[in-house]
């Protein structure tokens, strides 16, 4: 009895062995790397980085939670921009349309495009523009892969607290710099990864050295980060010459 105990014992620790191991291998696709990862993650790395999970749109309120102002400053960021009444701007991942609705009337003269891959982020904010009675924004059905803008199109491009989640980060990247015009501005809003005392998962976070890396691989260059809002980076790209 105990040789057999001993032998399914044996066994045991061999398959967990071997399964820990293959938990541990990893696969490479292109840019992308493969592997095990945490519980916030997709499984999916890309320069080092685990890609997160996309916020479902079950996460409306918290986007338009009250307390939003305080803690993030939208207000200073907004002014971060120097919007011009003329502006052509996206919003990536726009969510709620939290950022699209208080951008809208300051670019009056221009077209905000608010792009989502959500049906239900998109409902939201054509419901809430058409009851401000702003006409200038655009509702644009994004893909993992491409934000479906036209090429030249763009004079600001504005991106908080969602590249971090992009499924396909160079894709997305490539895409939207095809979009932005040669004198463009992307500003890439990202809680700061630095900073252990901001209340957010590593995952949602990233480092102004990753987040410049990763930019530089798709082209653009770091023109400054203003670090004047509360928990947030706010680094503002161009295409590189």
Same mark, same amino acid.
């Given at each position: 009895?105990?040789?057999?105990?001993?032998?399914?014992?044996?066994? /045991?620790? @061999?398959?967990?062995?071997?399964?820990? /191991?293959?938990?541990?291998? !990893?696969?490479?696709?292109?840019?992308?790397?493969?592997?095990?990862? !945490?519980? #916030? %993650?997709?499984?999916?790395? &890309?320069?080092?980085?685990?890609?997160?999970?996309?916020?479902? &749109?079950?996460?409306?309120?918290?986007?338009?939670?009250?307390?939003?102002?305080?803690?993030?400053?939208?207000?200073?960021?907004?002014?971060?921009?120097?919007?011009?009444?003329?502006?052509?701007?996206?919003? @990536? %991942?726009? %969510?709620?349309?939290?950022?699209?609705?208080?951008?809208?009337?300051?670019?009056?003269?221009?077209?905000? &495009?608010?792009? #989502?891959?959500?049906?239900?982020?998109?409902?939201? @904010?054509?419901?809430? !523009?058409?009851?401000?009675?702003?006409?200038?924004?655009?509702?644009?059905?994004?893909?993992?892969? !491409?934000?479906?803008?036209?090429?030249?199109?763009?004079?600001?491009?504005?991106?908080?607290?969602?590249?971090?989640? $992009?499924? $396909?980060?160079?894709?997305?990247?490539?895409?939207?710099?095809?979009?932005?015009?040669?004198?463009?501005?992307? &500003?890439?809003?990202?809680?700061?990864?630095? #900073?252990?005392?901001?209340?957010?998962?590593?995952?949602?976070?990233?480092?102004?050295?990753?987040?410049?890396?990763?930019?530089?691989?798709? %082209?653009?260059?770091?023109?400054?980060?203003?670090?004047?809002?509360?928990?947030?980076? /706010?680094?503002?790209?161009?295409?590189?010459?």
């Amino acid at each position: 009895m105990k040789s057999i105990f001993s032998t399914i014992l044996i066994f /045991c620790l @061999i398959f967990l062995a071997t399964t820990h /191991c293959l938990a541990q291998q !990893s696969t490479e696709e292109g840019p992308y790397t493969f592997k095990r990862g !945490s519980r #916030d %993650g997709i499984g999916k790395w &890309y320069m080092g980085r685990e890609i997160a999970h996309v916020m479902g &749109y079950q996460g409306i309120n918290w986007l338009n939670r009250p307390e939003r102002e305080r803690e993030e400053n939208t207000g200073k960021l907004i002014k971060n921009m120097e919007i011009r009444a003329v502006d052509d701007i996206a919003d @990536i %991942g726009a %969510g709620s349309g939290y950022h699209v609705l208080k951008i809208a009337p300051i670019a009056s003269e221009g077209t905000i &495009y608010a792009v #989502d891959i959500q049906d239900e982020m998109l409902a939201e @904010i054509r419901i809430n !523009s058409e009851r401000r009675n702003l006409t200038n924004i655009e509702i644009i059905k994004g893909s993992e892969s !491409s934000v479906n803008l036209p090429e030249n199109s763009i004079d600001k491009v504005l991106m908080v607290d969602v590249y971090h989640e $992009f499924n $396909f980060p160079v894709e997305m990247i490539a895409s939207i710099n095809k979009a932005m015009r040669p004198d463009a501005r992307l &500003y890439l809003i990202e809680y700061r990864g630095e #900073d252990n005392s901001v209340p957010i998962k590593p995952l949602h976070k990233m480092t102004k050295k990753q987040a410049v890396k990763e930019m530089q691989a798709a %082209g653009l260059e770091l023109v400054k980060n203003i670090s004047n809002l509360p928990w947030q980076h /706010c680094m503002v790209f161009r295409k590189a010459d």
